[in-house]
């Protein structure tokens, strides 16, 4: 089936350092997710992007926090400065026509903030 | 998904009545989450189980993890409740596998 790719696997960075957290999402899809998801604790919703714009935004995503997709290519999400709290698995998805069709996962980026 | 599988897939109430969604897993799952789609099409969590039960105001969610199998009943149905339920469960290593959802629609 849709594969949603994530790059890198893992990452561990020094607090107070920049992050860019990579999402290939599936081919022709337009709508794009980013979801948080502390060990331990369930995955909550960061943002929805679709067209090159933020749809939708949670508490959780802190001004520190950006998110682009650059002529088609991946989808990132950008930590500038990491805090400690940051540390989590980041799962990216991605829907085809409509926000309401159903999200395909990646299989997630462990970032570790030391 | 084939590892996670969702009834019914559409579901019509009426107001003020109940019903109960389910998920059953063909893996083992330790966890267990229910997520409602929001019109913008973000999943918004509504529970995290580990096996057992709880509850918030007119929904609770039981997991069973030696019987695989993970429900969401809605009490006292209300038209807010409309939307795409979607079931999820995590093996111990850290994947997520949801359910194809189920399209809830609460009518007056």
């Known amino acids: 089936g849709p594969k949603v790719l994530q790059i890198p696997s893992h990452q561990i960075i020094d607090m107070g350092q920049m992050v860019t957290l990579n999402c290939d999402p599936v081919?022709?899809?337009?709508?794009f997710y980013w979801y948080k998801q502390i060990l331990g604790q369930q995955m909550e919703f960061l943002v929805n992007f679709y067209n090159g714009k933020v749809m939708e935004k949670s508490k959780l995503f802190k001004d520190q926090f950006s998110v682009e997709r650059p002529d088609g290519s991946y989808f990132t999400l950008k930590i500038q400065p990491t805090a400690l709290e940051d540390s989590a698995v980041y799962f990216c998805a991605s829907s085809p026509d409509s926000n309401q069709d159903t999200q395909y996962f990646g299989p997630g980026t462990r970032l570790l903030v030391l | 998904g084939d590892k996670v599988k969702q009834s019914p897939s559409a579901l019509s109430l009426q107001e003020g009545t109940n019903s109960a969604l389910r998920c059953n897993f063909s893996?083992?799952?330790?966890?267990v989450q229910w997520f409602l789609q929001n019109p913008r099409g973000s999943l918004i969590n509504l529970f995290y189980l580990v096996p057992g039960t709880k509850e918030n105001g007119r929904l609770k969610s039981a997991f069973d993890s030696k019987e695989s199998y993970s429900t969401l009943h809605i009490r006292d149905a209300q038209l807010e409740d409309s939307g795409t339920y979607f079931c999820?469960?995590?093996?111990?290593?850290?994947?997520?596998?949801f359910g194809d959802g189920t399209q809830l629609v609460v009518k007056p």
């Open positions: 893996i083992a799952a330790t966890t």
């Open positions: 999820a469960a995590e093996p111990s290593n850290n994947r997520i596998f």
């Open positions: 081919s022709n899809h337009l709508y």
